[in-house]
Each structure stands twice: as structure tokens, then as C-alpha cells.
């Protein structure tokens, strides 16, 4: 087939976008250049309008079915088991049917770094990118078992050049790039208070990344599932790209999970006070889910047991393991899709630029925990936050590079 020439495109798009009524999108066609012109064409094209068809759900009330509590398995219960459980687990690892994917999609606004996460120097006396300490821990791994894991990284379209070239640079920190996959995760358009796509310059719609539970269908979308197969990879050990402690592909937690034939596991910590602002497992309408911290009341936060522990009491830390045949039967439509208000940087109708100051719009996002209830029974497994939690989400305070670097340091783990 010929390929359309742009004044053909032009047309065909204008009635579409007349159709869904998003016209706006080609306001300031004519006075592009032809190159220009063609950028835009492309980039219209390629937006997920699917995503707009769910904007009403935006307004429907509640959205939340009912919240009961989920027991996690606790310190004593896994150190009772630890020995079966790891030579379980490091048994799969063995056999390769264990993966890890980091998930570094996201923008990391509030850390306020210009550039992928994964690429921020933690360092004091020395660089310590938290990339290089994700690698250093799974070498930890690859060096006791005696084989290469893979690994898979999500990047996004806004990070995906920076955060290769970056791990190139830097010989991916001495993992073997033959074991290294990226994919990116798909963009989901950004809409005004209307739900109209905002135009973040004259030739480019706004868009921002679809939030992490988009991540497995990426990963398929990439042809990686083809890598599954073929390496009989059953099960991904999946986590957040800033957790500069992270323990990547525990054999302890993957043999609990595999021991009791879960669909997937979930690491969690003992909140340090009812008040912590993290998400919490628990069963949603009996099914396996993470209720955020401000979702929760009061009296839920405080609620006791008969033996006087608070059931709402463990948080997750984003690191999850998945049995790949669940995972495949989930779709991206089944799962809730959640309005974040933010804002939204775009070109007024005058086609000036504007930064607004307060929320101007929405973006789409999907959450990974949103997953869990779908492929069935899922572990919360309980680990030492100390020594594996130190999220680096803000520059100071609370989960931020200082507290992170504290962490790192009480672990002796040079910085
Ligand atoms: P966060 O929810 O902390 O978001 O992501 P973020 O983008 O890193 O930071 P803020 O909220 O803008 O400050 C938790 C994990 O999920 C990944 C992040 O990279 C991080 O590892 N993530 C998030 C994606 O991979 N894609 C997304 O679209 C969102």
C-alpha cells in the first residue's frame, strides 16, 4: 500500500478528531511548516484515544468495592521456613525461570531531577547512581548463584535514549548486556478539565507516561513474551527503579511463593505508625489489592485484632512477583483506570505557552497493584524495611535522598 500523502492524512485525521471531538488538536496546522506538519500528523496518529473514552468514569463515585483486611506472612512464620523456602526458590532461579523487570518509566517529579531516576547520583564522596545499585544487588544474586538473571527495564518515550545511553556509558554497571532488555511503556494522551487533549506545543500533543500497571502489556507489545517462552521464564520479580536497597529476586520470597502455589507475592514492611503514608495490602471485595493511605479512615488505621495488631498494618514497597500465565490473561481495559489532576504545561489558544501554577488537566494512569486480584491468591511477605526499603522519592525528608543515603550507610554500603 502507498503511503497517504499528507494532505490525505491531514484530511482523514481532521474528520476523526472532528468525530471524537478533539478538532483542537489542529489548530495551528496551518501554520507549520511542511516537516513540522508531518511531525504533527505522526504524532496524532500514534495517541491512544481509547483513553478518552474513559473519562466519565472519572466522575463515578466510590470506585472502590469493600475493604477487609489481609493477613501477611510474617518475620517469625519465614525465618520457621527460611531454609525450605530459599533452596526452593534458588532452585527456580537456577533453572532461569525467574526474571527481574525494573520499572523506570515514571517522571520523578518530585524528586525534581532533570533526567531518568535511575540516572541520579546518590553519591557523597564518590558517584552512586541508583541504577548502579539495583545492578550491584542482582550481581549479588548472579555471583551466588552462578548464572546470569535477565533483566528488563521499562523505560518510557520521555527516557528511554537518556537511560540507555546512560547504562551503555557506564558498561550497565557490569551486568552482561546480553541478559539486559528494555521495552518502553506506552503514553497515554494529557486532557484539559474538558477531557480535550492539550497541545504541549504547536506540533505535539501532550502526553505523559500510562503509570506502572501498564507494564506487562508493554512488555508484550515489545515481542518479549517471545524471550519468555523461550528461556522458560514463569514468574517476574517486578520493582520501582528507586528503592536504592532493593533486593532483587529474593530466593527466600520466591520460594514462599512458589511453596504455596500463589499467583503472585508481594513484599511488604510493618508501617512505622499507623499514620505512614503508604499503601496497604488488603482484599478488595475478597480479592488481593492495596488500599492507599488516603483512602483509609481513621478508624480502619486503628483497627486492632483480637491479639491487639493492627490489621492494617503492612505496606507495600513495590516489589511484587508475578506468574507470567496470570499475567497473560490480564487485559489493560480490566483494569480501573485512575485520574491524576495535574499540571499540565500547554499552548493557549493564542498558541503562547503557558506553566500553569495550579492543576489544569488530567492524566491517565494505570497502578500495578490493580493486578494482583486479577490473577488470584497473592502472599504479602513480610521483610526487614531497614534493610531493604529506602525509597528515594523527594530530595529531603521523608523517602528522600538523605533518608535513602542514611539507609544505605547503616547497611554498609559505601556512598
Ligand atoms: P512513583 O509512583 O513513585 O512515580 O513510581 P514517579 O514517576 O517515579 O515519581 P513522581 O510521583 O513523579 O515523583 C513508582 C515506580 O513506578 C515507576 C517509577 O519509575 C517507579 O519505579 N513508574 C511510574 C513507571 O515505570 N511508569 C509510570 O508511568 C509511573
Same mark, same amino acid.
Given at each position: 500500500?502507498?503511503?497517504?500523502?499528507?494532505?490525505?492524512? +491531514?484530511?482523514?485525521?481532521?474528520?476523526?478528531?472532528?468525530?471524537?471531538?478533539?478538532?483542537?488538536?489542529?489548530?495551528? +496546522?496551518?501554520?507549520?511548516?511542511?516537516?513540522?506538519?508531518?511531525?504533527?500528523?505522526?504524532?496524532?496518529?500514534?495517541?491512544?484515544?481509547?483513553?478518552?473514552?474513559?473519562?466519565?468514569? $472519572?466522575?463515578?463515585?466510590?470506585?472502590?468495592?469493600?475493604?477487609?483486611?489481609?493477613?501477611?506472612?510474617?518475620?517469625?512464620?519465614?525465618?520457621?521456613?527460611?531454609?525450605?523456602?530459599?533452596?526452593?526458590?534458588?532452585?527456580?532461579?537456577?533453572s532461569g525461570r525467574v526474571a527481574?523487570?525494573?520499572?523506570?518509566?515514571?517522571?520523578?517529579?518530585?524528586?525534581?531531577?532533570?533526567?531518568?531516576?535511575?540516572?541520579?547520583?546518590?553519591?557523597?564522596?564518590?558517584?552512586?547512581?541508583?541504577?548502579?545499585?539495583?545492578?550491584?544487588?542482582?550481581?549479588?544474586?548472579?555471583?551466588?548463584?552462578?548464572r546470569w538473571i535477565h533483566f528488563f527495564?521499562?523505560?518510557?518515550?520521555?527516557?528511554?535514549?537518556?537511560?540507555?545511553?546512560?547504562?551503555?556509558?557506564?558498561? +550497565?554497571?557490569?551486568?552482561?548486556?546480553a541478559y539486559?532488555h528494555?521495552f518502553?511503556?506506552?503514553?497515554?494522551?494529557?486532557?484539559?478539565?474538558?477531557?480535550?487533549?492539550?497541545?504541549?506545543?504547536?506540533?505535539?500533543?501532550?502526553?505523559?507516561?500510562?503509570?506502572?500497571?501498564?507494564?506487562?502489556?508493554?512488555l508484550v507489545?515489545a515481542g518479549l513474551n517471545e524471550l519468555l517462552i523461550r528461556e522458560g521464564i514463569d514468574y517476574l520479580?517486578?520493582?520501582?527503579?528507586?528503592?536504592?536497597?532493593?533486593?532483587?529476586?529474593?530466593?527466600?520470597?520466591?520460594?514462599?511463593?512458589?511453596?504455596?502455589?500463589?499467583?503472585?507475592?508481594? $513484599?511488604?514492611?510493618?508501617?512505622?505508625?499507623?499514620?505512614?503514608?503508604?499503601?496497604?495490602?488488603?482484599?478488595?471485595?475478597?480479592?488481593?489489592?492495596?488500599?492507599?493511605?488516603?483512602?483509609?479512615?481513621?478508624?480502619?488505621?486503628?483497627?486492632?485484632?483480637?491479639?491487639?495488631?493492627?490489621?492494617?498494618?503492612?505496606?507495600?514497597?513495590?516489589?511484587?512477583?508475578?506468574?507470567v500465565p496470570?499475567?497473560l490473561?490480564?487485559?489493560?481495559?480490566?483494569?480501573?483506570?485512575?485520574?491524576?489532576? $495535574?499540571?499540565?504545561?500547554?499552548?493557549?489558544?493564542?498558541?503562547?505557552?503557558?506553566?500553569?501554577?495550579?492543576?489544569?488537566?488530567? $492524566?491517565?494512569?494505570?497502578?500495578?497493584?490493580?493486578?494482583?486480584?486479577?490473577?488470584?491468591?497473592?502472599?504479602?511477605?513480610?521483610?526487614?524495611?531497614?534493610?531493604?526499603?529506602?525509597?528515594?522519592?523527594?530530595?529531603?525528608?521523608?523517602?528522600?535522598?538523605?533518608?535513602?543515603?542514611?539507609?544505605?550507610?547503616?547497611?554498609?554500603?559505601?556512598?
Amino acid at each position: 500500500m502507498s503511503k497517504k500523502t499528507s494532505k490525505e492524512e +491531514y484530511n482523514v485525521l481532521k474528520s476523526r478528531l472532528a468525530s471524537i471531538g478533539q478538532p483542537q488538536l489542529l489548530r495551528f +496546522y496551518d501554520e507549520l511548516d511542511a516537516e513540522e506538519q508531518a511531525l504533527l500528523l505522526d504524532r496524532i496518529s500514534g495517541l491512544d484515544f481509547s483513553y478518552l473514552e474513559r473519562f466519565s468514569e $472519572k466522575n463515578v463515585p466510590g470506585g472502590r468495592g469493600t475493604i477487609t483486611p489481609l493477613s501477611a506472612m510474617e518475620l517469625p512464620e519465614i525465618a520457621l521456613h527460611a531454609e525450605a523456602f530459599t533452596s526452593a526458590g534458588e532452585e527456580a532461579l537456577r533453572s532461569g525461570r525467574v526474571a527481574a523487570v525494573c520499572l523506570a518509566g515514571g517522571m520523578g517529579t518530585r524528586l525534581g531531577f532533570d533526567g531518568p531516576k535511575g540516572c541520579f547520583n546518590i553519591g557523597v564522596t564518590h558517584p552512586v547512581y541508583i541504577f548502579q545499585r539495583l545492578i550491584e544487588n542482582l550481581l549479588l544474586r548472579v555471583r551466588e548463584l552462578g548464572r546470569w538473571i535477565h533483566f528488563f527495564i521499562m523505560t518510557s518515550e520521555v527516557n528511554d535514549e537518556k537511560t540507555r545511553s546512560f547504562l551503555g556509558e557506564h558498561a +550497565y554497571f557490569g551486568y552482561d548486556p546480553a541478559y539486559i532488555h528494555f521495552f518502553r511503556q506506552e503514553m497515554a494522551p494529557a486532557v484539559d478539565e474538558a477531557g480535550k487533549v492539550l497541545l504541549e506545543s504547536k506540533t505535539a500533543p501532550a502526553v505523559s507516561p500510562n503509570g506502572n500497571g501498564g507494564w506487562f502489556r508493554s512488555l508484550v507489545r515489545a515481542g518479549l513474551n517471545e524471550l519468555l517462552i523461550r528461556e522458560g521464564i514463569d514468574y517476574l520479580n517486578v520493582f520501582s527503579v528507586d528503592n536504592v536497597l532493593q533486593d532483587i529476586c529474593d530466593p527466600c520470597f520466591i520460594g514462599a511463593v512458589l511453596s504455596g502455589n500463589y499467583a503472585s507475592g508481594s $513484599k511488604v514492611v510493618r508501617k512505622n505508625s499507623p499514620d505512614e503514608k503508604i499503601g496497604v495490602m488488603c482484599l478488595e471485595d475478597g480479592l488481593a489489592s492495596v488500599v492507599e493511605y488516603s483512602e483509609l479512615s481513621e478508624e480502619m488505621r486503628l483497627l486492632e485484632d483480637s491479639k491487639g495488631d493492627r490489621v492494617y498494618n503492612f505496606g507495600v514497597i513495590l516489589n511484587y512477583l508475578f506468574r507470567v500465565p496470570e499475567l497473560l490473561t490480564v487485559t489493560e481495559e480490566q483494569l480501573p483506570l485512575h485520574f491524576a489532576h $495535574k499540571k499540565i504545561p500547554y499552548v493557549d489558544e493564542q498558541g503562547i505557552s503557558v506553566k500553569p501554577e495550579e492543576p489544569n488537566g488530567w $492524566k491517565f494512569e494505570y497502578f500495578i497493584f490493580d493486578i494482583l486480584g486479577r490473577l488470584g491468591p497473592c502472599l504479602p511477605y513480610e521483610v526487614v524495611r531497614e534493610r531493604c526499603f529506602a525509597p528515594v522519592k523527594n530530595r529531603s525528608g521523608v523517602d528522600s535522598v538523605e533518608s535513602a543515603r542514611a539507609l544505605c550507610l547503616q547497611n554498609g554500603i559505601e556512598l
